[in-house]
């Protein structure tokens, strides 16, 4: 599969767009004014603790307090001792924590709407083929690395490291190392480690230099915890350009296309340390034509926004984000295919499989996401449907779950949400109806206003009324509504004027009394 990478960078914002066989698979945006806060370290203040709801709020310096789950806590210690909390789910929060108390916590899932950062406090540092767990002591594997000799020689590579030894018996056991030549175990250094994918067969030199460079960041950044006053940030995270190389960059990738010549070089001096076997396919980009318009990138990313997606077979998703969950529904539209119902709504229900992994990772689309495939009959067809969609959302580098197809032909999903969807960070809710996606017809809100006529009328006196309303709304009240109008006058025994107001919505009105 070929992959390629675009960095569209501008004073106002940076896009990372990921393409695969020349379709645009996912598209990252961060903007200047708006950076992310995930993957942030602060030194934060307990505001308050919350044993309802087993959680507490902390005060981290946005504007918005955190959210901290007893669940989340590892230790509340801010000076980099380890203090192992278990059975979290049994511990009450008032045991754990107390309002006032300085935490160093990092956020795993950035302010959404009107909820704040969502905190942890199992901090973790990544880099290109290491993620540092300071407070956590275990050596941990990447769920995608499937080669168990690959998977034992990287371990024995970590245990090599902190050992200080160079062949190791593959055992660990409490944080501890059990050497075949060594009478006593060995301790191992505090904290811990998670080999991601991108260590797959690179050597052991290269991976000891990314545990060095993860034990300077967390050893400034403990110096920093201790010396500054809470709430204050001790850690950021690398800006998005950066962070694309490091988390994005694999063997697959054939090209990294950058439109900034300053970024371009920073890219550069960042990879000749991380990935210099990439640097020959970083490419600055120079041409009159806008690098997004490559693969029709900025086509894409409109389309995304839009509620329904065709398929080729002329079927089509309906996707619908909500703020507990996502639902999308598969139709078939005008397909009717060449053989009988069933096999028509299997090949439907096999290209919305396909077409809906895809929109997951292009909208960033996560938590609790609902998909309604076209009921059938067939078990196998079933089974290959799953089969499917477990495929294509294997190839997604968010963590994934999806349960079995229900006997109402549904199928639960889970992804794993840290920022912001697509539509939240390019759109707002509509001033009109206010993200119902709907207004009231003009003619409810005609009667709307004969019914606010009348309370105003018996609670108030008034020699005559006037309706102020939008264009839309006057032109039914004095045309197709005018009988009814001269039998509400004749009610009241008042006279009722009428007025237009340009900057009022459909749904607005006001009743004057004069």
Not at 20 to 30: S, T
Not at 234 to 246: C, G, K, T
Not at 454 to 464: M, P, S
């Amino acid at each position: 599969m070929s992959e390629e990478i675009l960095v569209n960078v501008t004073t106002q914002e940076t896009r990372v767009a990921v393409i695969e066989n020349g379709i645009l698979q996912e598209i990252h945006i961060e903007r200047s004014q708006k950076r992310g806060v995930v993957g942030n370290i602060y030194k934060g203040r307990v505001s308050r603790v919350l044993p309802g709801m087993q959680a507490a709020f902390i005060d981290i310096g946005l504007e918005r307090t955190g959210f901290l789950q007893t669940s989340d806590i590892t230790n509340t210690n801010v000076d980099g001792n380890f203090e192992q909390i278990e059975n979290n789910n049994e511990q009450r929060i008032e045991s754990i924590i107390k309002e006032n108390e300085e935490v160093l916590v990092q956020v795993i899932k950035d302010p959404i709407g009107n909820k704040g950062a969502r905190l942890t406090t199992h901090l973790s540092i990544p880099s290109r083929y290491i993620v540092l767990t300071p407070k956590y002591p275990f050596i941990g594997v990447s769920k995608k690395i499937e080669n168990n000799d690959e998977e034992k020689r990287l371990k024995n590579i970590i245990l090599s490291y902190l050992s200080g030894v160079e062949e190791l018996a593959f055992a660990v056991e409490d944080n501890v190392v059990l050497h075949k030549s060594l009478s006593e175990p060995k301790i191992l250094h505090k904290g811990g480690y998670i080999i991601r994918t991108a260590a797959v067969f690179i050597p052991a030199e290269e991976i000891y230099r990314d545990i060095e460079f993860l034990r300077k960041i967390w050893d400034s950044t403990l110096c920093l915890s201790k010396k500054l006053s809470s709430p204050n940030r001790i850690f950021e995270d690398l800006p998005l350009e950066i962070r694309a190389m490091r988390n994005l960059v694999q063997k697959n990738i054939k090209k990294i296309r950058i439109d900034s010549k300053e970024t371009y070089e920073q890219v550069i001096e960042f990879s000749k340390d991380y990935i210099p076997e990439f640097l020959n396919r970083i490419e600055y980009y120079n041409e009159r034509r806008p690098i997004l318009d490559l693969y029709s990138v900025e086509d894409e990313i409109q389309h995304a926004l839009n509620r329904k997606v065709k398929l080729k077979s002329t079927g089509y998703l309906i996707i619908d984000q909500t703020e507990a969950m996502t639902t999308i529904d598969v139709n078939t539209g005008a397909f009717v295919g060449r053989n009988n119902q069933e096999e028509t709504i299997y090949k439907t229900n096999l290209e919305a499989a396909h077409t809906i992994s895809r929109q997951l990772r292009l909208r960033n689309l996560g938590g609790i996401i609902i998909i309604d495939f076209i009921d059938m009959q067939d078990p196998k067809h079933k089974q290959q449907v799953l089969s499917t969609l477990q495929k294509h959302v294997s190839q997604d580098s968010s963590i994934t779950t999806i349960s079995e197809i229900t006997s109402l032909g549904l199928v639960q999903l889970t992804r794993k949400r840290t920022r912001e969807s697509l539509e939240h960070i390019l759109c707002e809710d509509c001033p009109t109806c206010y993200g119902k996606g709907l207004i009231k017809t003009p003619e409810t809100v005609c009667f709307e206003i004969y019914r606010e006529i009348q309370r105003e009328v018996r609670q108030f006196d008034a020699n005559k009324l006037l309706v102020v309303a939008s264009q839309t709304v006057i032109d039914i009240l004095l045309n197709d509504e005018s009988t009814n109008v001269v039998e509400l006058e004749s009610v009241i025994g008042r006279k009722i004027n009428f007025q237009v107001e340009t900057s009022y919505t459909q749904e607005q009105f006001d009743i004057v009394l004069l």
